[in-house]
């Protein structure tokens, strides 16, 4: 029992040290084979794959100019924001089974909202670019009618630890629709939910709370971005 | 000053340990809401013994507004990049006797190598752990603790728990942090050669280096937050959840009810609880 699990040990830290000792060759010919491997995936990828390279690399191009004002970088990220998420599919999931029983005018308030909030808080970090790559590394399709989760890196271009994003797309063909994000096994959708469900909650089950919340806060946030 | 220091600290502990027992025996008390869409909630946070929870995160915002933010914010602005990254990656090497004994205890035989490869190469190469050229080659630090060993085996996470200093938490994480202090050969040969204050002095560096690396992230947070306090509970499960998966999402979709029709919201185990 002893001999087969230092053996196994052994051979592992073994592959450990070899991987350490790959990497120091000269990298031309590492970067070389990386370069084949990405041209390979990209040329395999399914379409939910392509849209959201495409709809990476189209934000980067636009989102990212330093010379834009900040109200112009907003409606930029807000039509990128329709274009590739279902926000409306986004907004009712977080707010779970509150949902049910709202009236028509209040839910239509809420998504108007829900939109701000999200523009409000994602926007302006497109300013802070500096050069990250965006990546795909593969698409999983675990049902056969279900939703495609297109894995993706952002990678710093100092050399820094990559970030992992998955996106959770719907959809068969175009129109293809982002449902879900999440950023090193964090969901935005779930973060979001809990967040909002939480306030109602709080507030005696009143989504009227909410909505009266998200007013305050949106406002709070446009105000503090028109002082800047 | 010191052994002053210790003293107190041990008394937060026994302070700790008792409001910990009375908050597990106060959590069996707190009923289920009946209303459906509260009790989706309810199970969806699984945070029983919110109110308590909540009184010590205001408690804990309150200790970070003073202290450690205050503190995190003169370390990372005066001392240099590169100390602080030393700083972290000797703090990361000294860690290696319970990230191994936690691979090994997992069964993940890849992660032990990876954790013997790593603490060799820092320590011989990389100046006693200063520098981390093992990263550098692609082998980067990935942390493991018992509680993700616990997670392992098959155990519950059981309620959410925020403890006062140390964050949020639960049970399983609790017993984490306490196994992983007492197999620490650092910490044995400190409390062996009565040289207490070690541990100590480790635990509030790492505290205070941690934070120095959030500032930005957690103000971001707080900023766009509607509630701060549910942000943090969602996301503290969630990065748990992911460590324990090494970030091997696979193919699973952790969010499948997105996609389904509004009136079948939740689904998995917890749905029939509900309806």
Same mark, same amino acid.
């Given at each position: 029992?002893?001999?087969?699990?230092?053996?196994?040990?052994?051979?592992?830290?073994?592959?450990?040290?070899?991987?350490?000792?790959?990497?120091?060759?000269?990298?031309?010919?590492?970067?070389?084979? /990386?370069?084949?491997?990405?041209?390979?995936?990209?040329?395999?990828?399914?379409?939910?794959?392509?849209?959201?390279?495409?709809?990476?690399?189209?934000?980067?191009?636009?989102?990212?100019?330093?010379?834009?004002?900040?109200?112009?970088?907003?409606?930029?990220?807000?039509?990128?924001?329709?274009?590739?998420?279902?926000?409306?599919?986004?907004?009712?999931?977080?707010?779970?089974?509150?949902?049910?029983?709202? /009236?028509?005018?209040?839910?239509?308030?809420?998504?108007?909202?829900?939109?701000?909030?999200?523009?409000?808080?994602?926007?302006?970090?497109?300013?802070?670019?500096?050069?990250?790559?965006?990546?795909?590394?593969?698409?999983?399709?675990?049902?056969?009618?279900?939703?495609?989760?297109?894995?993706?890196?952002?990678?710093?271009?100092?050399?820094?630890?990559?970030?992992?994003?998955?996106?959770?797309?719907?959809?068969?063909?175009?129109?293809?629709?982002?449902?879900?994000?999440?950023?090193?096994?964090?969901?935005?959708?779930?973060?979001?939910?809990?967040?909002?469900?939480?306030?109602?909650?709080? /507030?005696?089950?009143?989504?009227?709370?909410?909505?009266?919340?998200?007013?305050?806060?949106?406002?709070?946030?446009?105000?503090?971005?028109?002082? /800047? | 000053?010191?052994?002053?220091?210790?003293?107190?600290?041990?008394?937060?502990?026994?302070?700790?340990?008792?409001?910990?027992?009375?908050?597990?025996? *106060?959590?069996?008390? $707190?009923?289920?809401?009946?209303?459906?869409?509260?009790?989706?909630?309810?199970?969806?946070?699984?945070?029983?013994?919110?109110?308590?929870?909540?009184?010590?995160?205001?408690? !804990?915002?309150?200790?970070? $507004?003073?202290?450690?933010?205050?503190?995190?914010?003169?370390?990372?602005?005066?001392?240099?990049?590169?100390?602080?990254?030393?700083?972290?990656?000797?703090?990361?090497?000294?860690?290696?006797?319970?990230?191994?004994?936690?691979?090994?205890?997992?069964?993940?035989?890849?992660?032990?190598?990876?954790?013997? $490869?790593?603490?060799?190469?820092?320590?011989?190469?990389?100046?006693?752990?200063?520098?981390?050229?093992?990263?550098?080659?692609?082998?980067?630090?990935?942390?493991?603790?018992?509680?993700?060993?616990?997670?392992?085996?098959?155990?519950?996470?059981?309620?959410?728990?925020? *403890?006062?200093?140390?964050?949020?938490?639960?049970?399983?994480?609790?017993?984490?942090?306490?196994?992983?202090?007492?197999?620490?050969?650092?910490?044995?040969?400190?409390?062996?050669?009565?040289? @207490? $204050?070690?541990?100590?002095?480790?635990?509030?560096?790492?505290?205070?280096?941690?934070?120095? =690396? !959030?500032?930005?992230?957690?103000?971001? *947070?707080?900023?766009?937050?509607?509630?701060?306090?549910?942000?943090?509970?969602?996301?503290?499960?969630?990065?748990? !959840?992911?460590?324990? =998966?090494?970030?091997?999402?696979? @193919?699973?979709?952790?969010?499948?009810?997105?996609?389904?029709?509004?009136?079948?919201?939740?689904?998995?185990?917890?749905?029939?609880?509900?309806?």
């Amino acid at each position: 029992m002893k001999i087969p699990f230092s053996l196994a040990l052994g051979h592992s830290l073994f592959g450990s040290v070899m991987r350490m000792i790959k990497c120091t060759l000269p990298f031309c010919a590492a970067l070389f084979v /990386n370069l084949i491997a990405a041209q390979i995936a990209v040329a395999a990828q399914t379409d939910a794959g392509e849209f959201v390279k495409s709809l990476g690399n189209h934000a980067i191009r636009v989102l990212t100019v330093k010379d834009i004002s900040e109200a112009e970088r907003e409606d930029r990220f807000r039509a990128l924001l329709r274009q590739g998420f279902d926000v409306k599919r986004i907004g009712r999931f977080v707010l779970g089974r509150y949902a049910r029983g709202v /009236n028509k005018d209040a839910i239509d308030e809420y998504h108007g909202l829900f939109e701000d909030l999200i523009v409000a808080t994602y926007a302006a970090r497109f300013a802070e670019y500096t050069g990250q790559e965006f990546v795909i590394k593969r698409v999983a399709r675990p049902k056969k009618k279900g939703d495609s989760i297109v894995m993706s890196e952002i990678r710093p271009s100092d050399g820094g630890p990559s970030i992992r994003i998955d996106w959770q797309v719907r959809g068969d063909s175009d129109p293809f629709k982002i449902v879900d994000v999440r950023v090193e096994g964090v969901s935005m959708s779930v973060t979001q939910r809990e967040e909002f469900t939480a306030v109602i909650r709080q /507030n005696g089950g009143k989504v009227d709370a909410l909505i009266a919340i998200l007013r305050k806060k949106t406002e709070t946030l446009k105000s503090k971005q028109s002082s /800047n | 000053m010191i052994s002053r220091t210790i003293e107190a600290l041990r008394g937060i502990k026994f302070a700790l340990s008792m409001l910990l027992v009375s908050v597990l025996l *106060l959590g069996g008390c $707190a009923g289920v809401p009946s209303d459906p869409a509260d009790r989706e909630a309810y199970y969806e946070t699984n945070d029983a013994i919110e109110p308590v929870n909540r009184a010590i995160f205001r408690f !804990n915002q309150g200790l970070d $507004a003073v202290i450690l933010k205050p503190l995190a914010t003169i370390y990372r602005e005066i001392l240099p990049r590169t100390l602080q990254d030393g700083i972290r990656n000797f703090l990361n090497n000294l860690r290696s006797p319970v990230l191994l004994a936690n691979n090994l205890l997992q069964g993940d035989i890849d992660g032990a190598g990876e954790t013997i $490869a790593r603490f060799t190469v820092n320590t011989i190469v990389g100046f006693g752990g200063f520098g981390d050229p093992a990263g550098d080659l692609g082998v980067e630090y990935r942390d493991e603790d018992f509680g993700q060993t616990l997670a392992v085996w098959g155990m519950g996470e059981g309620p959410y728990l925020m *403890l006062p200093l140390f964050g949020p938490s639960n049970p399983r994480d609790v017993v984490g942090i306490v196994v992983d202090t007492l197999i620490d050969p650092i910490n044995m040969w400190a409390n062996n050669t009565d040289r @207490d $204050a070690i541990p100590v002095v480790r635990t509030v560096v790492r505290g205070i280096d941690r934070r120095a =690396r !959030n500032i930005k992230t957690l103000e971001d *947070l707080e900023k766009s937050s509607l509630d701060f306090y549910a942000t943090i509970r969602s996301l503290y499960r969630q990065i748990r !959840n992911d460590a324990i =998966r090494n970030g091997d999402t696979g @193919d699973s979709i952790p969010s499948p009810s997105i996609s389904l029709d509004e009136d079948t919201i939740l689904t998995g185990p917890r749905a029939q609880l509900i309806r």
